[in-house]
Every structure is written in C-alpha cells, then in structure tokens.
C-alpha cells in the first residue's frame, strides 16, 4: 500500500519542472513509513525467534530481542527460516556482545537505546509500574530509533576509513596512488577495512582518476560514497556512507540565497567554511580564485551553484570531502542494485599478483599527483540541472542584442521608405501619418 501511495503521489508529476514542499513532505512520511513497517516486522520475528512471549520484557532480554532484530534488518539474505534451521542466532549475539571494534556493536546500540529510553521517560513514568521492564508498546516505539541509531554507527566507520585512507594521501589532493590503495595495511589497524574493488569499479562509479598523475590514483571522497561501501541491502532501504560536502553546499546556499553567485561571494564564503580535514578561515589559493573568476567570465559575472564545473571546483577546494563531478554512462551504477550479482572484487589470489605487479614496476608517478592546483587538468564541459538556465557571456549577450536592435533598424527602415514614396504625392496634411507610422515603428523597438 505504501509503494502504491508514493507511486500514485509522483506518477502524476512527471511532466512537472520540480515538486513543492508539500510533495516532499509526504515523501519523506512514506518513506517513513517503509522504514517503520519493516522494523515493526523484524521485531516480531525477533520476538518469536527466542521463544518471548511475554507481555513485558526484562532490560536482558529486552536487549537481545533488539539485537536480534538489528541482526535480521542487517542481513536481509537470512529470512526467519534460514536463522531458525541452521541455528545462527545465538553465534550471532556472542559475536557483537564480545566485538572488540572501534564502533559500537549492535548489542551496544540495543543497550543504549533502552536506557535512553528509560531516561527520557524518567518524569512521565508511573511509580506503581515496572521500572525494568518494556511493555510491546515500548519496544515498538524503540526498534525504529534503533534502526536510525545503526546508521550514526555505520558514518563512524566511513569516518575512519576515510582517515585511513587520508594516511595514504602523500600531498593532501584527496587522491590515493593506485599502489598504495591495495598496499597491505602495515602493523595491527583498529579496523577491517579492505580495499579489494576491481579497477574497472573504480572506473565506473567514477572512484578513479587518470588524468593528474602517471599512475592511475584513487579519489577518496568518491570511493567513500561509492555502492561498494553500502550495507545492509533491504527493502527499504541501503545504508550508504553520508555525503560531507551537502553541508558545505547547504552553507553556501544559506549565505548566498540564490542559484548563482558572483566569484567574489564565492570566494568569501568559501573562504570561511571549515570542514573535517580543512580549518577556517583560510586564503583560498590563487589558481582557485583565477579558475572561478574564468567561470563567472563564461557566465555574464555569475557562477551556477549547482554546475558541474562549480561542483569540480568545490572537489578540489574541499578533496577530502566533496566527490569529483562524474559523469556515469547511467546514474544506476551509483546504486548497489546495479552491483547486485556482479563479481567486482579482487580475490585474495589476483589481489597478491596485483601488488607483486606494482612492486616489480617502475615506481615513478606512483607517489601520486603534486599538491600544485595550477595544473590540475579542469574539466570544461558544463552540466546544469534541469529548469536552470546557463547564461550568456557578457560579449555573447551584447553582440546578440547589437544584433537585434540592427535588424529592427533596418526592417523599420524598408518600412519608412515604402510609407514615404507612396503618401509624397499626397496633400500636405497627409505626411501626420506618415510621421505617426514611424513613431509606432519605434514603439515597437521600445516595447521589444
């Protein structure tokens, strides 16, 4: 019924030029409501996995019941009946109660959230009920939290492979020399990140950067946001590493109030916008002040927020954070459905006889790109979004309106001449009307 109401909501807009307000309101409702429908089902099977039946459940058991439901939401492949037959689910919980990783496990996250919730109904509870104990109602208003709580969980491991992968960055460009990406990690890690995707995925989800370097490297922020980093593939939803540079956009946005900006605006504002990996205030360098002042050139003095080009811009004033601009033979390869089934990982095997390949090749270039922005080879081709209008260049809009005004002149030209020789022969009163077409000529070059 959900599908069908956000299908009914948006089928009907396919011709319009964006949605209102209202139209994403009630999208953001729906997909709530997915989300909230698939916790609420999860949860009765967790409850009926280990056998609760009760009405009110204790603080432990409470707590395993929601660990059991976040192991189900995380791994879709496993419906109720593969866990109950092969008996997976008491293994499961002795996992993540014993995890020693840096991020909370999901027994920690199921702790958490009902002593939260404990505490945050601390006034409001009656002192005649059960203070350690969680009515049906109760948990059901705790799974979805849970679920919101597992995706803060998830950014604090982007968060740190994105620091690890920055260790590998010699200059601070945001790029990562091919060798060096698949480089063994060196001594114990506080992780178990693995970076093992094919070049030709790197390639395609637009992780891969050919052009500044000798050696293949890859663009950390674009490979963070990559499909491959995305977990738990259900019905509703995909947990995806969180984009920071839509803060940075949103910022700007705020200050300037506008779909376009003059370079200097930009240059201020940039300026003054601090990221993880970049402090604020700062000097913008002058090959990135030079390269925006161009952009406005282009474009009548104004920049376009949401271009492609801006967007290039922003990635190498923020490499860390904002991804590089690609442009994908389809958008569906962002996606991990497209991903669904394809092999794009090295094996253990291929992935020795890459490094060994590396090691026995010349290392020129595999220390990747120079930090000098003043040969950073710019893209120029230029992407708007849909109803946003490109402007002309100042000498483009001149020369074309020049060009108009010129016509008009000629045209009302012919027009005087053949009202001129055919009223001459007239009385004398007749050339007024003469005189009243050519004022309406000029009329219509004011009105135009």
Request: proline share 6%; hydrophobic share 40%; charged share 20%.
């Amino acid at each position: 019924l959900a599908a069908a109401a956000a299908a009914d909501l948006f089928d009907g807009r396919a011709d319009a030029r964006g949605f209102s307000l209202e139209d994403v309101a009630s999208l953001a409702s729906v997909v709530e409501g997915f989300v909230t429908f698939e916790s609420l089902e999860h949860l009765d099977a967790a409850r009926e996995l280990n056998h609760f039946t009760g009405a009110v459940l204790f603080s432990p058991q409470a707590q395993v019941l929601l660990t059991t439901m976040m192991l189900l939401f995380s791994s879709p492949g496993h419906n109720f009946t593969t866990v109950q037959e092969r008996g997976l689910l008491h293994q499961a919980i002795s996992q993540v109660r014993t995890s020693t990783q840096p991020t909370p496990s999901f027994w920690d996250i199921a702790g958490d959230a009902l002593r939260n919730f404990r505490f945050a109904r601390r006034h409001g509870a009656s002192p005649f009920g059960s203070r350690d104990g969680f009515s049906a109602t109760e948990l059901f208003a705790i799974g979805p939290r849970i679920v919101e709580e597992h995706g803060k969980t998830r950014q604090q491991s982007c968060t740190l492979m994105k620091e690890e992968l920055m260790s590998r960055d010699p200059y601070g460009t945001g790029l990562v020399p091919l060798a060096k990406f698949y480089e063994p990690m060196a001594g114990p890690a506080r992780h178990t990140f693995s970076y093992v995707e094919t070049i030709e995925h790197l390639r395609a989800v637009g992780a891969l950067d050919e052009t500044s370097a000798r050696q293949p490297q890859v663009r950390i922020a674009n490979y963070i946001l990559g499909p491959a980093n995305c977990l738990t593939q259900s019905p509703t939803m995909s947990l995806c590493c969180m984009s920071e540079c839509e803060p940075l956009v949103r910022e700007i946005e705020d200050r300037v109030k506008a779909p376009t900006a003059t370079a200097e605006q930009l240059i201020s504002v940039v300026s003054n916008l601090s990221s993880p990996s970049v402090d604020a205030p700062r000097r913008i360098p002058p090959s990135l002040t030079e390269r925006l002042r161009s952009m406005a050139t282009q474009r009548s003095g104004k920049v376009p927020l949401h271009g492609r080009m801006f967007a290039e811009w922003l990635h190498v004033a923020f490499p860390h954070e904002c991804p590089f601009p690609h442009a994908a033979e389809s958008a569906a390869v962002h996606t991990p459905d497209y991903w669904q089934g394809k092999d794009f990982s090295y094996d253990d095997a291929a992935l020795a006889e890459l490094n060994a390949q590396f090691a026995n090749s010349s290392q020129e270039g595999f220390d990747g790109a120079s930090a000098d922005l003043s040969v950073w080879p710019w893209v120029q081709d230029e992407v708007l979004h849909m109803g946003v209008e490109m402007p002309d260049s100042w000498a483009k809009a001149t020369f074309r309106w020049l060009a108009f005004a010129a016509l008009l002149v000629v045209m009302c030209g012919g027009l005087l001449r053949a009202a001129w020789a055919v009223l001459l022969p007239a009385r004398p009163g007749k050339p007024q009307h003469a005189r009243a077409g050519a004022g309406s000529c000029m009329s219509r070059v004011v009105l135009l």
